[in-house]
């Protein structure tokens, strides 16, 4: 192969969003989500102490902030893929909220319904970071959310993995596999979902 061939870059798989909220949005949704006790787990794949499905109210409250976050995603993915953004509304159909305590972890699973989900990251535990940080097993880490979408291969790039900090909204398409590995620091983990 000649060095004075055209190359071509395809981006290829779905497109992972991530973006960081402020602190006072966090502490706002956070208060709600304590709030909400409406048990969500017979929906949902977790083995979590608590999953809560917010009611109508606290839906549209949350909708109308993350509707930038959504629109920019909504672009982004567009651009990503060399498309034009063909997205005429977007609402949120439901969110819960996620408290997890050490020991708790989500299983492989997707979000079925809608087009795309987020996970938005309210409280992380303290000792999170440092435990991650001296894993020493081959899975993602303790904490962690994997994501993975077709067949593993040495030449492929077929997960990512990330170990969320307060604040962190990630946004994909609703169909991604994803899941939470465990973690034994004190205290919680919180997240709302859609």
Known sequence: MSGNQPNSYYNWGPYLHRT???????????????????????????????????????????????????????????????????????????????????GDFNPPHNHVGGDISFVLYLQIPDGLKEEYEHNKSNNAGPGTIEFYYGQPDSWV??????????????????????????????GERVSVAR
């Open 20 to 102: 960081r909220l402020p602190q006072s949005v966090c502490k706002d949704i956070l208060v709600r989500g304590r709030q909400t006790h409406t048990d969500h787990s017979q929906s949902l794949a977790g083995v979590i102490g608590r999953q809560s499905l917010f009611g109508e109210d606290d839906r549209k409250h949350i909708e109308s902030i993350l509707q930038d976050s959504l629109w920019a995603y909504a672009r982004e993915r567009a651009r990503y893929h060399g498309e034009e953004v063909n997205v005429v509304s977007m609402q949120i159909d439901e969110v819960w909220i996620n408290i997890m305590k050490a």
């Open 157 to 186: 790039t077929s997960g990512h993995k990330l170990l969320p900090e307060e604040g962190d909204l990630l946004v994909f398409p609703a169909q991604l596999i994803h899941y939470v590995q465990p973690y034994m620091s004190p």
